[in-house]
């Protein structure tokens, strides 16, 4: 923590002034720095909110005590620096002692009378905005633009490990927020709010527009969400339904009966893809390629039924439950390797065999 040691009390000169107020600020910054370190201790020990609120009233101290300094330099700065390079120019303003760097300048004595200005000219409050939430305590490293302040942080994840960081400030033209995508977490604490990453400031009028897509988004999912969990239990309902029925046809194995349902399900849908992939393929070819494939096609097939599989019509069709007329029926319906094109009536009538 910087030391105001060395120039303790000492504004006899605007060069000791300006180190005086310097060392001051820069101190009460650190103190801002250790009481946010404090506080995230406190709050991982659960401690009450009384003393929580305690600490923070002493940070906001510590903070306004910083800009005081802040600001002290620039008056010095915009009223007295054509003083300091030409010492005659405003003699009226201080002793000439006061500008002179190095020397001894001039210091009170005990029984001194210190005659006081009847009155300051006022000035504007300083309004601090009260830091709600800094879990990146971006507020002791990111560089502010002149009358902004910090007033939170936060981050969130992503499913590819990366973060995105937010720091919220206040200018005296509205809100400004800092947006980090992309980030490292390793990089979360070092973000500065521009040099990591790809970083996106916005103004007042976008972090409004933010803040309404970001509620929007809110609301959808929120919808979605529900909506989601409505099907669900409808789908609960309807399992524990189908179960009480297989559960009626095999006692004892209505788990295993619906779970080869759901594989036969499964297949049946990767053999519908893989259809529609060949159809698509076929369609590509040229007409003497067409033909040679439905020329061995209907080989393959004439050979299948005719030499190497005599009864298995017949076998199917009793497996099936169905008349041998009827699994030929379904047989073409169905096509050679169990898919083809179907109108809607076709379909139909494939469900109903």
Same mark, same amino acid.
């Given at each position: 923590m910087?030391?105001t040691?060395?120039?303790?009390?000492d504004?006899s000169?605007i060069?000791?002034t300006?180190?005086?107020y310097?060392? /001051?600020?820069?101190?009460?910054q650190?103190?801002?720095?250790q009481?946010?370190?404090?506080l995230?201790? /406190?709050?991982?020990?659960?401690?009450?909110a009384a003393? &929580?609120a305690?600490?923070?009233s002493v940070q906001?101290?510590?903070?306004r005590a910083a800009?005081r300094c802040?600001r002290?330099l620039?008056?010095l700065?915009?009223?007295?620096?054509?003083?300091?390079d030409?010492v005659t120019?405003?003699?009226?303003?201080?002793?000439?002692?006061?500008?002179?760097h190095?020397?001894?300048?001039?210091?009170a004595?005990e029984?001194?009378?210190?005659?006081?200005?009847?009155?300051?000219?006022p !000035?504007?409050?300083?309004r601090?905005?009260a830091?709600l !939430?800094d879990?990146?305590? &971006?507020?002791?490293?990111?560089?502010l633009?002149?009358?902004?302040q910090?007033t939170?942080?936060?981050?969130i994840g992503?499913g590819d490990?990366?973060l995105?960081?937010?720091?919220g400030?206040?200018t005296?033209?509205?809100p400004?927020v800092?947006?980090?995508?992309?980030?490292?977490?390793?990089d979360r604490l070092?973000?500065?709010?521009a040099?990591?990453?790809?970083?996106v400031?916005?103004d007042?009028?976008?972090?409004?527009?933010l803040?309404d897509?970001?509620e929007q988004?809110?609301? !959808?999912?929120?919808?979605?969400?529900?909506?989601?969990?409505?099907i669900?239990?409808?789908?609960?309902r309807?399992?524990?339904?189908?179960?009480a029925l297989?559960?009626?046809r095999?006692?004892?194995?209505a788990e295993?009966?619906?779970q080869?349902d759901?594989?036969?399900?499964?297949d049946s849908k990767? !053999?519908?893809d893989?259809?529609?992939?060949l159809?698509?393929?076929?369609?590509?070819?040229?007409?003497?390629?067409?033909?040679?494939?439905d020329?061995?096609?209907?080989r &393959?097939?004439?050979l299948d039924?005719?030499?190497?599989?005599?009864?298995?019509?017949?076998?199917?069709a &009793?497996?099936c439950?169905l008349?041998?007329?009827?699994?030929?029926?379904?047989?073409?319906?169905?096509g050679e390797?169990g898919f083809?094109?179907?109108t809607?009536a076709?379909q139909a009538r494939?469900?109903? /065999?």
């Amino acid at each position: 923590m910087p030391s105001t040691a060395e120039h303790a009390g000492d504004v006899s000169t605007i060069a000791a002034t300006r180190a005086f107020y310097a060392q /001051l600020a820069a101190s009460c910054q650190a103190d801002v720095g250790q009481i946010e370190l404090a506080l995230a201790n /406190l709050a991982v020990l659960e401690l009450d909110a009384a003393t &929580i609120a305690g600490l923070q009233s002493v940070q906001d101290d510590a903070r306004r005590a910083a800009e005081r300094c802040a600001r002290l330099l620039e008056v010095l700065d915009v009223t007295h620096r054509l003083m300091e390079d030409a010492v005659t120019a405003t003699p009226e303003a201080a002793k000439r002692e006061f500008y002179q760097h190095g020397a001894a300048g001039v210091r009170a004595r005990e029984g001194d009378t210190v005659t006081r200005p009847a009155a300051l000219p006022p !000035q504007e409050p300083v309004r601090q905005l009260a830091v709600l !939430q800094d879990p990146l305590r &971006i507020a002791d490293r990111i560089q502010l633009a002149p009358g902004e302040q910090v007033t939170g942080s936060g981050a969130i994840g992503d499913g590819d490990g990366l973060l995105l960081l937010a720091a919220g400030g206040a200018t005296p033209d509205g809100p400004r927020v800092r947006l980090g995508v992309g980030i490292l977490d390793e990089d979360r604490l070092r973000w500065r709010g521009a040099d990591v990453g790809a970083t996106v400031v916005l103004d007042a009028a976008g972090a409004e527009r933010l803040a309404d897509a970001v509620e929007q988004v809110i609301e !959808q999912a929120a919808a979605a969400d529900a909506e989601f969990r409505r099907i669900c239990k409808a789908d609960d309902r309807l399992t524990a339904q189908c179960a009480a029925l297989e559960e009626r046809r095999f006692p004892g194995r209505a788990e295993e009966k619906m779970q080869l349902d759901t594989k036969l399900r499964y297949d049946s849908k990767t !053999q519908q893809d893989r259809g529609r992939y060949l159809d698509a393929a076929i369609d590509r070819l040229g007409p003497s390629d067409r033909a040679a494939y439905d020329s061995l096609q209907e080989r &393959i097939a004439a050979l299948d039924h005719a030499e190497r599989w005599p009864l298995r019509e017949q076998q199917a069709a &009793i497996i099936c439950g169905l008349t041998l007329d009827e699994y030929r029926e379904r047989r073409a319906l169905e096509g050679e390797f169990g898919f083809r094109r179907r109108t809607p009536a076709e379909q139909a009538r494939l469900d109903e /065999l």
